[in-house]
């Protein structure tokens, strides 16, 4: 029995090294694959920060910017040349309809181990803060990994609403309120008059009772004079 539980240990023990050697080798492979994949990332990387070389990086457009900035562009032009860029456009492609990027940067993913493509960045308007991205205009445009146009974005590109319609619906109101009131004034102008008509008409009631009242008394002195 001794001697049996022996050898099943032993073939516990001979497994479990097998499994850490296993396991080691497995670890050592997929490390040098993630480092011989972070190389090529990197390389990938550098070859495209040099052909974007000619740009400004996010530093040098951050330094050089003055607050508050605002493009030379309308809105309305920017909207019109970013509706024309597509999927699919190379770099020298999208540069002819919306001209050198404002900045560019070359990126690669989180773990380092693929790039991931090149970002143009075109500011259109900076109130305050360059990285207040939630006040921030631009227009926002993703190469993929072979340099054709992936995906774009306009950042708060919405037309703003124009405050004039508001501006002139407030005197329109005021207009009926100012014409109410001369018509209140002549409604009681009229009223008034009527009223002091009945008493100019008594007046004349009273003068015609006194004259037949002095007749009377003009008839009765000429009877003294034949005695």
């Given at each position: 029995?001794?001697?049996?539980?022996?050898?099943?240990?032993?073939?516990?023990?001979?497994?479990?090294?097998?499994?850490?050697?296993?396991?080691?080798?497995?670890?050592?492979?997929?490390?040098?694959?993630?480092?011989?994949?972070?190389?090529?990332?990197?390389?990938?990387?550098?070859?495209?920060?040099?052909?974007?070389?000619?740009?400004?990086?996010?530093?040098?457009?951050?330094?050089?910017?003055?607050?508050?900035?605002?493009?030379?562009?309308?809105?309305?032009?920017?909207?019109?040349?970013?509706?024309?860029?597509?999927?699919?456009?190379?770099?020298?492609?999208?540069?002819?309809?919306?001209?050198?990027?404002d900045y560019a940067r070359c990126d690669v993913?989180?773990?380092?181990?693929?790039?991931?493509?090149?970002?143009?960045?075109?500011?259109?308007?900076?109130?305050?803060?360059?990285?207040?991205?939630?006040?921030?205009?631009?227009?926002?445009?993703?190469?993929?990994?072979?340099?054709?146009?992936?995906?774009?974005?306009?950042?708060?590109?919405?037309?703003?609403?124009?405050?004039?319609?508001?501006?002139?619906?407030?005197?329109?109101?005021?207009?009926?309120l100012s014409a109410a009131t001369p018509q209140?004034?002549?409604?009681?102008?009229?009223?008034?008059?009527?009223?002091?008509?009945?008493?100019?008409?008594?007046?004349?009631?009273?003068?015609?009772?006194?004259?037949?009242?002095?007749?009377?008394?003009?008839?009765?002195?000429?009877?003294?004079?034949?005695?």
């Amino acid at each position: 029995m001794k001697r049996r539980g022996l050898v099943i240990l032993s073939v516990v023990v001979l497994l479990g090294a097998w499994l850490m050697v296993v396991g080691y080798e497995f670890l050592e492979k997929e490390n040098a694959r993630f480092q011989k994949n972070v190389k090529a990332a990197k390389e990938e990387q550098q070859r495209c920060a040099a052909r974007n070389s000619k740009y400004r990086n996010y530093d040098q457009f951050r330094t050089s910017i003055r607050i508050p900035y605002a493009s030379d562009l309308s809105l309305e032009r920017w909207m019109r040349q970013y509706d024309t860029v597509r999927a699919g456009m190379s770099e020298s492609e999208v540069e002819i309809i919306l001209g050198a990027p404002d900045y560019a940067r070359c990126d690669v993913s989180k773990q380092g181990d693929k790039f991931v493509g090149s970002t143009w960045m075109y500011a259109v308007a900076v109130p305050q803060d360059v990285r207040d991205d939630a006040q921030n205009s631009g227009i926002k445009i993703e190469f993929g990994p072979d340099g054709k146009l992936a995906d774009k974005n306009a950042m708060n590109m919405q037309p703003k609403a124009n405050p004039t319609p508001s501006a002139v619906a407030i005197p329109a109101p005021s207009v009926p309120l100012s014409a109410a009131t001369p018509q209140q004034h002549a409604t009681a102008s009229p009223t008034a008059t009527p009223q002091s008509m009945p008493s100019v008409s008594a007046t004349p009631a009273i003068t015609p009772s006194a004259t037949p009242v002095t007749a009377p008394s003009a008839t009765a002195t000429p009877s003294p004079t034949p005695q």
